[in-house]
């Protein structure tokens, strides 16, 4: 739901050796709408990393997003670091800029400095800018487009959004090779058992028993967004270290939904999305064990992250917020998603704790 990246000066390196870093071991992605721009990501498992900027667009990228410093800083030095080390020549192009992303970074505390959101307004409602307010005593503009455009207000929500929902909520990736539909929870939803997640009870101190929730607590679905309409599936930001790396950003945003509601848009209703059976899983959407029985699924040409799901509780998938069709609801879509206010997943382990503090703060401030 919120990207940035770090303006590097010169080429990426080695982390043990001044020479160029092979770039041919990331898959790339050239977002159509923003042509000169080239997004690398690891294609084992979907860490975003670096964004190169081409001469075409390095200009219209600071003026958009307010860069202030010296714009000569980014060529600054790269022709000897190259040469002197004999590289690769092909990562000398003139005028080029590269940047890492957030959340690929080990530590961000004392190097990057957040100042403000842009493009709030293709949210349609606000998006994480509601919520991520004020870092470190200072509150961060919402500026609806680029750095310097009109600013929206606290709890903002497009004119053109309606309170009529759809029977099913459209998600899909940037490319449009990942796209799926979400129905809301009926009967069925109350059949799986389940342990608590980290976001509901911290699991570096609650007792394995709790955990394992005894009292079969259907967690994952809260109550509607106002009387008369479904209920709701649980959401919530997580801050461990390998959400935090696949997506290239401190946070990500998980919506905990029950996998027989989840079905590939090609498909029909009762042929709902099944990850370990190939002749139902999206074509395109590439598999990463981040642990034994701990899968993440992302789009194989684009890199979004889609899917995170446990071989421990197959009945209830994680969803990835940021793959909401905003059209319809925005995308925190309150109307199907009820968004946990009291707690980051895993904000021990965030290499951010102010960010995290932030987060948690104006989550309880929002909500």
Same mark, same amino acid.
């Given at each position: 739901?919120?990207?940035?990246?770090?303006?590097?000066?010169?080429?990426?390196?080695?982390?043990?050796?001044?020479? #160029?870093?092979?770039?041919?071991?990331?898959?790339?992605?050239?977002?159509?709408?923003?042509?000169?721009?080239?997004?690398?990501?690891?294609?084992?498992?979907?860490? &975003?990393?670096?964004?190169?900027?081409?001469?075409?667009?390095?200009?219209?990228?600071?003026?958009?997003?307010?860069?202030?410093?010296?714009?000569?800083?980014?060529?600054?030095?790269?022709?000897?670091?190259?040469?002197?080390?004999?590289?690769?020549?092909?990562?000398?192009?003139?005028?080029?800029?590269?940047?890492?992303?957030?959340?690929?970074?080990?530590?961000?505390?004392?190097?990057?400095?957040?100042?403000? &959101?842009?493009?709030?307004?293709?949210?349609?409602?606000?998006?994480?800018?509601?919520?991520?307010?004020?870092?470190?005593?200072?509150?961060?503009?919402?500026?609806?487009?680029?750095?310097?455009? #009109?600013?929206?207000?606290?709890?903002?929500?497009?004119?053109?959004?309606?309170?009529?929902?759809?029977?099913?909520?459209?998600?899909?990736?940037?490319?449009?090779?990942?796209?799926?539909?979400?129905?809301?929870?009926?009967?069925?939803?109350?059949? #799986?058992? $389940?342990?608590?997640?980290?976001?509901?009870?911290?699991?570096?101190?609650?007792?394995? @028993?709790?955990?394992?929730?005894?009292?079969?607590?259907?967690?994952?679905?809260?109550?509607?967004?106002?009387?008369?309409? &479904?209920?709701?599936?649980?959401?919530?930001?997580? $801050?461990?270290?390998?959400?935090?790396? +696949? +997506?290239?950003?401190?946070?990500?945003?998980?919506? !905990?939904?029950?996998?027989?509601?989840?079905?590939?848009?090609?498909?029909? #209703?009762?042929?709902?999305?099944? !990850?370990?059976?190939?002749?139902?899983?999206?074509?395109?959407?590439?598999?990463? @064990?981040?642990?034994?029985?701990?899968?993440?699924?992302?789009?194989?040409?684009?890199?979004?992250?889609?899917?995170?799901?446990?071989?421990?509780?197959?009945?209830?998938?994680?969803?990835?917020?940021?793959?909401?069709?905003?059209?319809?609801?925005?995308?925190? $879509?309150? &109307?199907?998603?009820?968004?946990?206010?009291?707690?980051?997943?895993?904000?021990?382990?965030?290499?951010?704790?102010?960010?995290?503090? @932030?987060?948690?703060?104006?989550?309880?401030?929002?909500?």
């Amino acid at each position: 739901m919120a990207f940035y990246s770090v303006k590097i000066v010169g080429v990426p390196l080695e982390a043990d050796k001044q020479v #160029p870093f092979n770039m041919d071991l990331f898959s790339t992605y050239c977002p159509p709408d923003r042509q000169g721009v080239t997004r690398y990501f690891c294609p084992t498992c979907s860490a &975003h990393m670096l964004v190169k900027i081409g001469p075409s667009q390095r200009g219209k990228v600071d003026a958009e997003e307010g860069f202030l410093g010296d714009p000569r800083q980014c060529d600054y030095d790269v022709r000897r670091r190259i040469d002197g080390v004999n590289g690769d020549l092909k990562y000398n192009e003139e005028g080029v800029e590269w940047r890492v992303a957030g959340g690929a970074l080990n530590k961000s505390e004392g190097i990057v400095k957040p100042m403000y &959101h842009l493009h709030v307004a293709s949210t349609m409602d606000g998006g994480m800018s509601d919520v991520l307010r004020v870092v470190e005593g200072v509150e961060l503009p919402r500026y609806s487009e680029g750095y310097g455009s #009109p600013l929206l207000p606290l709890k903002w929500r497009s004119p053109e959004l309606k309170e009529e929902q759809p029977r099913e909520l459209d998600m899909y990736c940037h490319c449009g090779t990942i796209s799926v539909k979400i129905s809301p929870p009926e009967e069925i939803a109350t059949e #799986p058992r $389940a342990p608590f997640p980290d976001l509901l009870y911290p699991a570096d101190v609650t007792r394995l @028993a709790k955990q394992r929730n005894p009292g079969d607590v259907k967690w994952w679905l809260r109550p509607p967004y106002k009387e008369g309409e &479904h209920d709701r599936y649980l959401a919530g930001y997580c $801050a461990c270290s390998y959400c935090r790396a +696949s +997506s290239g950003f401190e946070f990500q945003p998980w919506g !905990f939904v029950i996998q027989a509601y989840v079905r590939e848009s090609v498909r029909g #209703p009762d042929e709902p999305i099944e !990850f370990p059976q190939d002749d139902l899983r999206p074509q395109g959407l590439k598999q990463y @064990a981040s642990s034994p029985g701990r899968y993440r699924e992302f789009c194989a040409k684009c890199g979004a992250t889609a899917f995170w799901w446990t071989a421990g509780r197959p009945d209830i998938i994680d969803v990835s917020m940021g793959l909401i069709n905003q059209s319809y609801d925005g995308v925190r $879509a309150e &109307h199907w998603f009820q968004w946990h206010k009291d707690r980051v997943s895993f904000a021990e382990k965030a290499t951010s704790p102010v960010l995290v503090q @932030a987060l948690g703060d104006g989550l309880k401030a929002f909500y």
